[in-house]
């Protein structure tokens, strides 16, 4: 009798119970399902970085294409991706309005200044305020209203990542996008291969006339870097001071103008230095050029506009709650004489302004009880009015207010009289040898607007020294790269009221201009010169160094006859002012820049500048230029209690004037010398050029005036330089600089041809750059007329270079692609091999298991049957043979030891592998 017990399919639940076998196939499910898990997973790895491999194959020559972006105000980090960014770029440049509009003006193929003039006046209509006129100048026109949605944090992250992911000729102009240039051009010098070129620092020029919104487009480039860089705590320190003061210095240094309701009245350059590893914001400085301190002398409206004093004045007679005013003694007729019917309109403005220079004082630990009592001591002083001083009798409101300032500037009543009234005069060089003399009028209100002056002059300087002291500059800082801001007035042309003011502020638009001219056209022509000697180059522009010689160089020039003029008056003072015309006549009798006209009954003389023609006044000119300072006022100075004025704010003058080598300077020499230190930092920068456009004389919003914007664009060279960025070639490269650049070009065009790599390999090691650089261009057939060959250097014009660099990103693109490609192949193969030989293990290990469990199952399952077998042949006395079929796996795995372990006593017991049967024989 056969008797089979085993299924045709191997199975673990063949001789198991059904609860047992749910278990055992449940654990199996779960290893295997780990398995499984472990090679999804690196599949979708795999998918992941396939469709991510767009993002990151510029990694090599980029930074980060996901930029954490720090928001000034909540301090927190935030991932900008780029499917917004190309929602964004969509947004922009999809628009009907803006696509017909050329962003850059050198795309033109017609440039001429009525073209020009459309093309402002239908983006101006259309909201569209900048305009690029070459790859590093920008238009900026002044819309006088509010944009917020321009200047919003989606576009500061739009322009930050444009760079990397558009095309930056389609990036619509912006003031972000120039900052942004200047920022990435300094976050590229460290590249190896540049290494070894001198990479100069930035520098953002923003110049254009009065009222044009240079001091608003400073502010937006602050606001950009502010964002954009990566944040430390020493960042954002910096980042707050120089947002948050600013408010300071344009109370302080800032007024109302004919031409504009907020205008620089001092020149501003803020250098911002980034360490050259990680590219963050460690330092900055703030430096300032001549404030126009004559106008911390004007009082209330009258005929002239040009009386308004600064901001802080208005800001504190308004802005000040009732019990400042009385601890300040801002009374009610220091309210009347400082105010105009327009000001108590503004009243609410001055407020608001006045709690935002609260706060900016807090920032740099200034205290307000020390500053705005010599504010209001000055308003007091200015409100002194002297008239017949026979009998020494002062009337009584004058009174009122000397009384309060001597208060405020905490000097005794009688010794500020004294000053004011009483003149001492040294007859020998012995201290004792004084004589008093009373003073006449004019002496009176020339020395009481020299102690204005000079404590408002030297007040402005401590808060700018306390600001850099808060921003914590370091000699050492100047060893990182820095990107320098340049906000400097500009240029001024007031009917009927120009004077040595305007003379300064006009000489450095001079200047800056000169620095304009030089970059773009004479230095272009004159290594056109030099590298092709054989050819002639004709680029038409306009030279203002004819009239600054006339102005600064020569001994016969302008300032060395006002400088003479002046010292001879602080001698004699008897000298009449209007006879500098008769120099200048004498003088200046040929030119035609700077001249007198021939009926001049107005003392005046006239200069043509860059700009245009400006009618300067001769009163007062030299003496302004002398900037006379009694010899009792530091005397009477020093006896002030108030320690805040008489050591800080007053503390380095004093040193300065007590030093025996000191040399008192006039005012045109004291600013010809910071204007030429400026100059200098200057020309050791790459300079990006801002160019603010004031639309109409009328701050309107919606009106544009066709003539105002033509002389400002020809008067600061906007249409040559078009002309020249069309014709010429204004991109150049050194042989070395060229080859090493767009060196990788040749090997993504002859990657199969290793005889020709091999020889620029060569080529590269012995120097031979100019072959290497006609190669390069061999690769690109545009002919000889897009690029110039010269001595030393390669010109290109402007549409070979925007081929040239896409190729070269094409190739970086292509090879950081390959880099990348074999990198992520090796790593998941090698996790692939590592995943699979974990899967082998353990399906071993189970497999193992699974043959234990069922080898076990059998046996119990063979002696349960001999143990039937022998009951049943204990009753039988006969001879049979009986079998078991076995599973395959338990027959390989059966023993003969486990076939002597069963109970055989009464049995022979024989295995039959071929059947797969053990056989029970009764004996």
Known sequence: MILSIATDKPSISSCSSPEQNKTNKKRFITKTTIAKNILNQNNKNLNNNNNNLNIVKDKINRQNLIANIHHEKNLFTKTISFNYQHDLNDEILNSSEC????????????????????????????????????INTLIAMNPFRDHPELYSEKIMDFYTNSKNDLDPDSTPAHIYKHAATAWQIITKQNIKQLKKFELKNQTILVSGDSGSGKTRSINFIIQYYSYITPVTLRSIQIKNILLNTNQILESFG??????????????????????????????????????????????????NIENFNFHIFYQLLFGSSESDRAKYYLDRKLLKKYSSEGDLQLEYFYKQKFNQLKQSFQLIDLNLEEIFPLISGIAHLNCCLFEDLSEFKITTETKDHLINASRLFQFDLNDLNNYLLIHELRITNCKNDLIKKPCNLNQIKMRKNCLIKLIYNELFKYLVKSINKKLDFRPESNENNYIGLLDIYGFESIHGANSLEQLCINYANEKLQKIFVDSYFKLNKFEYEMEFPEEIFQIDYNDNLPLLNLIESSKNSLFCLLNEQSILKSHDHSINENQILLKLNQIFAKSDLIYEPRINCKNEFFIRHYAGVVVYKADSLITKNTDHIPDDLIKFLSKSKNDFLRDHVLGDYVRKVSCSSHKKLTVLSKFKKNLDTLILDLTKTNILYVRCIKPNYDLKSDYFNFELVKNQLESCGIISLLN???????????????????????????KKDKE???????????????????????????????????????????????????????????????IQAKWKGHRDRKMYLYTLNSIFKIQTWWKKQVIKCRKNTELKSINSYMDNITTSSQRSSKSYTSSLCLINSTCESISFDDLSSINSSNFRIELDVTERKLIFEKQ
């Not at 009245?265 to 914001?281: A, D, M, P, T, V």
């Not at 042989?735 to 065009?749: E, T």
């Open 756 to 818: 020709i790599t091999k020889s620029a390999r060569l080529m590269l090691k012995q120097s031979n750059f100019k072959n290497i650089c006609s190669m390069i261009l061999s690769l690109v057939d545009r002919g000889d007329r897009e690029y110039k060959i010269g001595v030393n250097k390669i010109f290109l014009k402007e549409n070979l270079l925007k081929i040239l660099e896409n190729n070269l990103e094409t190739s970086q693109n292509r090879a950081a692609a390959l």
């Open 99 to 134: 696509s017909k509009i050329s962003e850059n003006l050198s795309d033109l193929s017609k440039i001429d200044i009525k073209t020009i003039l459309d093309i402002l006046y239908t983006k101006f209509k259309k909201t569209k305020y900048y305009t690029e006129a070459s």
């Open 724 to 750: 020249l960025s069309k014709r010429g070639f204004i991109h150049k490269f050194l042989y070395q600089h060229f080859a090493y650049k767009f060196f990788s070009m040749i090997f993504l065009a002859y």
């Open 254 to 303: 800032n007024a109302r103008t004919l031409l504009n309701d907020n205008s620089s009245r001092f020149g501003k350059y803020i250098k911002l230095f980034f360490n050259s590893n990680r590219h963050e914001l460690v330092s900055a400085k703030l430096i300032t050029y001549l404030l126009e301190k004559t106008r911390s002398v004007n009082t209330r409206l009258e005929d």
